[in-house]
Every structure is written in C-alpha cells, then in structure tokens.
C-alpha cells in the first residue's frame, strides 16, 4: 500500500522547495491535492515523482496531453501570484490537479478544456474531492473563455508558441498571463501584463514542459 500522503511531503520538500519556491499559499496547496486522482491508475504509483504525466496520448499528428511535474508547475504558479481576490482563467485543464490547486489560491477558477473526456473527467474529480469553486468548461484553448472575461489572471497550463490576442484581450486592467513560450528546453516562462490596451512581457526563466494543442507553430514540433 503506497503511503501517497508521505510522498506529497517528499515531493514538495525535494522538487518544489528546492526550486525556490517559497510561496506558504502555494506550498500548502501541493501538501493538500492528492495528485494521484488526476492520473490514470496505472501511473498512481509514480504519481509524485518529478515528471510530466501522460494522461492522454498524442492523436495522429497532434501532442499528448500530460499533468505537468510539480516544480516547474508550482514555479509558475509562483510567478502568477493569485490570491484570494482573484477570478482565474486556466487554460488546457486536462484532468484538473492544476485546478485543484488553483482552486485553494483563487477566489475562483474558469478551467477550459478541448478535449470532452479530459473535460468529463476533471469535472467528475473536482466535484467528488469538493473543490467547488471551479467550473469546468469546453473550448478551444487558444480562444480562452470570453463568456466569464475579464479574468485576474489567466494561466496556461503548457508550453505555447504564442501568446494569441484573445487571450491576451480577457485579461482585466492591470491583469497578468503566465505562459511558458517556445518549444524544448529553450522555453522561458513569461508573465504578460495588461496596461490600458497595452501589453508588458517579462521573461524570469527557462523550463521545459509538453506543448498544448492548438496554439500553431507548436503542434508542427515532435516530442
């Protein structure tokens, strides 16, 4: 019997604390999610350690579609600095452990979904485990969700090639998108701020993670 509370504390003691993530919001959000859930069985007994999990596999031509390892995950969320006050648009839920996590840093979560059994499948995780302030919704990602615009904060939950416009024009006055942007270990994370009609971009640092469908050049690479 895996003792999965034992290896949550080991997983943020050795691969989130050590990545300079000192965020007590944060931290305590990745001790609480059970990540094994959002997996399928047959990967719960790996669940914790440092990598990406497949949770569907790539179609032909497309990229599959993983939960993202813990550090670089927790290192962004770390970036996007949500607090309670916060409405959130995550893009490319998958399973729905980022939103579970989102959930306990926001007041409230927009998570969307293109694939309709990824989409299934958080809603039915997140409702079972409470985390009732997400609403699970279905889309194309690089389109966002205008229906709820303007957002907080708008996270993208995998690597992109670009940043599209619409996305961008949800965010609310002074709101910020973190992304991770390019493709391979040459990806660096990003943090988009909108000013009036304007947009910031700063760069803080590299990381590699799976690509999310849709969003153009990225889908003409192989992982």
Do not use: W
Not at 192 to 203: D, H, L, M
């Amino acid at each position: 019997m895996i003792d999965f509370e034992a290896a949550r504390i080991k997983m943020v003691d050795n691969q989130i604390r050590t990545t300079d993530v000192t965020s007590h919001s944060i931290l305590n959000a990745f001790l609480t999610v059970p990540r094994e859930v959002f997996v399928p069985s047959r990967l719960q007994p790996v669940a914790y350690i440092d990598t990406d999990l497949e949770i569907a596999p790539a179609p032909p031509g497309g990229v599959g579609r993983y939960v993202m390892e813990p550090s670089p995950l927790a290192k962004l969320l770390q970036l996007a600095a949500i607090t309670k006050e916060h409405v959130v648009l995550e893009v490319g839920c998958g399973t729905g452990y980022c939103s579970a996590i989102l959930s306990l840093l926001a007041g409230s979560v927009v998570a969307l979904e293109s694939d309709a059994e990824l989409a299934a499948q958080a809603t039915s995780k997140l409702s079972e485990l409470g985390y009732d302030n997400v609403a699970v919704v279905s889309g194309e990602l690089a389109k966002g969700y205008p229906a709820e615009a303007p957002y907080d904060v708008i996270f993208i939950n995998g690597a992109v090639s670009i940043v599209p416009e619409d996305l961008l024009a949800q965010l609310r006055d002074g709101g910020r998108l973190v992304a991770v942007v390019g493709t391979g270990n040459a990806s660096l994370a990003k943090v988009f701020v909108r000013e009036g009609g304007a947009y910031s971009e700063s760069a803080f640092f590299n990381t590699a993670v799976k690509p999310l469908p849709g969003f153009g050049k990225s889908e003409a690479f192989v992982f």
